[in-house]
T-cell receptor, first 114, second 112 residues
């Protein structure tokens, strides 16, 4: 167990809807990264938050947005859902925002878009 | 563009044998490499990492080898056990960066 928790575990939405996924970081960690993992593929980096500010972003459109709260928990919001957004969404926390930090992953939220 | 790829999508080994999982990377700026294990229904779990100033690092039953000349990374698992059955990902990052790039993964099957 990594101490990183995510909710909900599973979620079903329809195309065009909006979704919010939540992540609670490991104690003492101030950085959270979000990843999208399509079936049979490796995780793809969405963005990272460090001390409540976006620290970097991958190749995802603006309808993917996030927040990090003072307690370092985090949300991933996806607007105007598309079928291709169906995936496992993973968050990972780290201690300092450096690229060489060990990241600790949560179990993920499985999103299905119909 | 950047990519971290794996040579084999699946690997099947006999219990007790050694396993070797290979990975190629293309970003010369990467100086930190990580292996993750992902079991069904779980998030990736850190196994071992290595920095670019090293060419070998050992953990408990695992060894990572880094060949910067050919941009190749490998994970060796000694005395493979049924509990080692999972998908293994190599990943790369760099000092001062924020993004970790994952490969597609290799599924390891351990036969009893």
């Amino acid at each position: 167990e990594t101490g990183v928790t995510q909710s909900p575990t599973h979620l079903i939405k329809t195309r065009g809807q909006q979704v919010t996924l939540r992540c609670s970081s490991q104690s003492g960690h101030n950085t959270v990264s979000w990843y999208q993992q399509a079936l049979g593929q490796g995780p793809q980096f969405i963005f990272q938050y460090y001390r409540e500010e976006e620290n970097g972003r991958g190749n995802f459109p603006p309808r993917f947005s996030g927040l990090q709260f003072p307690n370092y928990s985090s949300e991933l919001n996806v607007n105007a859902l598309e079928l291709d957004d169906s995936a496992l969404y993973l968050c990972a926390s780290g201690p300092s925002g450096r690229g060489t930090d060990t990241q600790y992953f949560g179990p993920g939220t499985r999103l299905t878009v119909l | 563009g950047e990519s971290v790829g794996l040579h084999l999508p699946t690997l099947s080994v006999q219990e007790g044998d050694n396993s070797i999982i290979n990975c190629a990377y293309s970003n010369s700026a990467s100086d930190y490499f990580i292996w993750y294990k992902q079991e069904s229904g779980k998030g990736p779990q850190f196994i071992i990492d290595i920095r670019s100033n090293m060419d070998k690092r050992q953990g408990q039953r695992v060894t990572v080898l880094l060949n910067k000349t050919v941009k190749h990374l490998s994970l060796q698992i000694a005395a493979t056990q049924p509990g080692d059955s999972a998908v293994y990902f190599c990943a790369e990052s760099n000092t001062g960066g924020f993004k970790t790039i994952f490969g597609a993964g290799t599924r390891l099957f351990v036969k009893a």
